[in-house]
Nanobody
Framework: QVQLVESGGGLVQPGGSLRLSCAAS????????MGWYRQAPGKERELVAA???????NYADSVKDRFTISRDNAKNTVYLQMNSLKPEDTAVYYC??????????????WGQGTQVTVSS
């Protein structure tokens, strides 16, 4: 069994900052790619940022100069530091993790989602 727990969402004013965390726990042998997605009402879920096991990162153009993804492999945790937030960043944010379990199963797991609302 593998569990993902997200935290860090909330309400923030434009220009503010939030830091999201997603921790994987359970029967984990290793973690490959980790990433953050978001979905606003009426829109498709989109990739925000991703990071490989070796630390290579990729960002959506809309967040490239404002958000930073990072990971702590010892804690099986991925973070998303969000600065200079805009109203258009409002969405439910989901982490996504590719996992090899201790029983040698490959799993892709989604976090439960955390609401980020940017409003005056």
């Amino acid at each position: 069994q593998v569990q993902l727990v997200e935290s860090g969402g909330g309400l923030v004013q434009p220009g503010g900052s939030l830091r999201l965390s997603c921790a994987a726990s359970g029967s984990i042998f290793s973690v490959n790619a980790m990433g953050w997605y978001r979905q606003a009402p009426g829109k498709e879920r989109e990739l925000v940022a991703a990071i490989s096991s070796g630390g290579k990162t990729n960002y959506a153009d809309s967040v490239k100069d404002r958000f930073t993804i990072s990971r702590d492999n010892a804690k099986n945790t991925v973070y998303l530091q969000m600065n200079s937030l805009k109203p258009e960043d409002t969405a439910v944010y989901y982490c996504n993790v590719e996992i090899l379990t201790t029983t040698w199963r490959k799993l892709i797991r989604w976090g439960q989602g955390t609401q980020v609302t940017v409003s005056s």
